[in-house]
């Protein structure tokens, strides 16, 4: 249990933090270096924990708390003064900026916007944002039509970007890897060739919606990182399904609520609000608290149910809840899953139930029923939603390692907002056709053929 727990997103974020410290408190790099330059950042919510003494003690070692992943950090008190020193150097305005960059996607900027308020809670205030792959001009009507897309986009968040300086790097024709690569980043110069993508034929999402009703599968999770699209892709599966005559639920915690589907006789919907379901979640386990606790150890309960894995439980738990009176659904399909590495938390023993019985007061009925179904390959698979791109497909492969490691089912990987099956020319993309079509080969191979496109959707004005 304890070496799941230590397997957890906060635990590699303490172990990344730890090497940063390294860096920090090294005079000799300070001096040898005008301007050292990292690619990640740690959360608040990291932050916050190594803030809080019982982080730092034998605390852990008397509480069982199933949503627990950060795993103890006694082991590293001999780096505690260091640990403060690389806070107080992330605070201090004159060593440190924090360079918050997005995507022109709603997803992607609402991100960094409450990334930056997390970190002012911890006094860390010099911030500057960047948005990333910005389409000054378009040269097709792909590229037209992503430009009013992303255009949207930075308008809704309009006053915060022009409260922040936000600065906007163009979307580059050419590869941004390797050197040379980067150092055009920086030249006005974007070389734009003409598009003579052979347009690539690719298994269509109609051929898994076949696969699907020739399955026995009951439940579908889709499954990715933020911005892939998982809530649209659940939609479209969910309204194909009910069209064809099956009883569907979808549930949804998409915060927008808009998934823009109509209830049927067939289809229902049910939206999973996660802060409520936190919130619950929280009040049950903080019930369990002695009352002679020390505020030390309780402030480090109350942080440690803010981490991602907590976030996730408290979700399986609502959706649970959900899932009581739903045998008559031919259909599930919901638009968040619940990484391989929850799953274990909730359930990490050779019977599957050790962590149920040992907190059965933290955990429902509705779990313990559920959890066997979504182990139950014939009954639930996790639909891997990616892009034809480098970091979606590299964070798509560790989920499915995740996934292994639990024995759950993911057969089925989904492509979505691809250009490479478009018959439709635009000069600014025809480089990325390219990379598209090298990442979905790869896609191909890691799914054993198992994979859908789904085209980027051009709107004919």
């Known amino acids: 249990e304890m070496k799941e727990q230590l397997s957890g997103s906060c635990t590699v974020e303490v172990a990344a933090f730890n090497e940063f410290t390294n860096f920090l408190s090294d005079k000799t790099l300070e001096q040898e270096f005008d301007f050292i330059i990292f690619d990640t950042a740690p959360t608040g919510h990291t932050l916050r924990m190594l803030e ?52 022109p996607s709603h997803s992607s900027i609402y991100e ?36 009013s897309e992303q255009d949207k986009n930075i308008n809704h968040f309009t006053e915060w ?59 579908l999770f889709t499954m990715g990182k933020g911005g892939v699209g998982k809530t649209t892709v659940a939609t479209q599966l969910a309204t194909v399904l009910s069209n064809k005559g099956y009883r569907v639920l979808l549930a949804t915690t998409d915060p927008t609520k808009e998934i823009n589907v109509e209830t049927t006789s067939n289809l229902n919907t049910a ?68 990484t391989g590495h929850t799953l274990l938390l909730l359930d990490s023993s050779e019977n599957h139930h050790r962590e149920l019985k040992k907190k059965s007061t933290q955990t429902t009925s509705n779990v313990e029923t559920l959890l066997p179904k979504i182990q139950n390959k014939n009954l639930t698979q996790m639909i891997i939603v990616t892009l034809a791109e480098k970091t979606p497909y590299l964070e798509s492969k560790r989920l499915v390692e995740d996934l292994n490691r639990a ?55």
Request: glycine share 2%; net charge negative; with cysteine.
């Open 161 to 219: 970007l022009n409260n922040n300086h936000a600065y906007y790097v163009p979307y580059k024709k050419q590869k941004e890897e390797g050197i040379e690569s980067l150092t055009n980043l920086l030249n006005d110069d974007n070389l734009i060739e003409n598009d003579d993508f052979i347009v690539e034929d690719h298994p269509q999402f109609n051929k898994l919606i076949d696969e699907i009703e020739n399955s026995k599968v009951q439940y």
């Open 271 to 338: 939206y999973i609000d996660e802060e409520q379901a936190l919130e619950k979640y929280k009040k049950e386990v903080l019930a369990t608290v002695n009352d002679d606790t020390p505020q030390d150890d309780i402030d480090y309960i109350m942080e440690d149910l803010k981490s991602p894995c907590t976030e996730e439980i408290a979700f399986f738990k609502a959706f649970s809840d959900i899932m009581e009176n739903q045998e008559d659904m031919d259909y599930v399909i919901v638009d968040t899953a619940p």
């Open 112 to 147: 960094i916007q409450r990334a930056q308020q997390e970190l002012q809670q911890l006094s860390i205030s010099k911030f500057k944002v960047i948005i990333n792959n910005y389409i000054e001009e378009s040269h097709g009507l792909i590229s037209s039509q992503m430009k």
């Open 52 to 103: 809080l003494p019982s982080a730092w003690t034998d605390y852990l070692n008397t509480t069982s708390n199933d949503a627990s992943c950060l795993g103890q950090l006694s082991g590293l008190n001999e780096n505690r003064v260091k640990y403060n020193s690389a806070l107080e150097k992330l605070r201090n305005q004159d060593d440190t900026t924090m360079m918050l960059v997005a995507r």
């Open 407 to 461: 024995n759950i089912g993911h057969n089925w990987w989904v492509v979505n907002q691809s250009l490479v099956t478009l018959n439709q020319r635009d000069d600014l993309f025809s480089n990325k056709k390219e990379d598209e079509s090298f990442w979905i080969n790869k896609i191909k191979n890691e799914s054993l053929d198992n994979y859908f496109v789904i085209p980027y959707r051009v709107l004919e004005y």
